[in-house]
């Protein structure tokens, strides 16, 4: 599958151009995900981090239902 694949990118003019962007956007999402996780505040981590353990209603203000 991958021979046929790089065979036809092969036989585009104008082809190595688009790897090498597909590289760069992959690279630059993975480093400004890294930067934007390091800079977050361990207060926004912690509160995140207990949103499943929260009781839904309490994050829906609604009136609780019994």
Do not use: C, H, W
Not at 32 to 57: G, H, W
């Amino acid at each position: 599958m991958f021979k046929f694949i790089k065979q036809y990118t092969e036989t585009l003019t104008g082809a190595e151009f688009y790897p090498v962007f597909s590289l760069l956007v992959f690279f630059l999402f993975f480093v400004a995900l890294l930067i934007y996780v390091f800079s977050m505040r361990k207060q926004d981590i912690n509160t995140m981090a207990n949103i499943p353990l929260n009781d839904e209603t309490e994050n829906l203000n609604l009136p609780n239902k019994v």
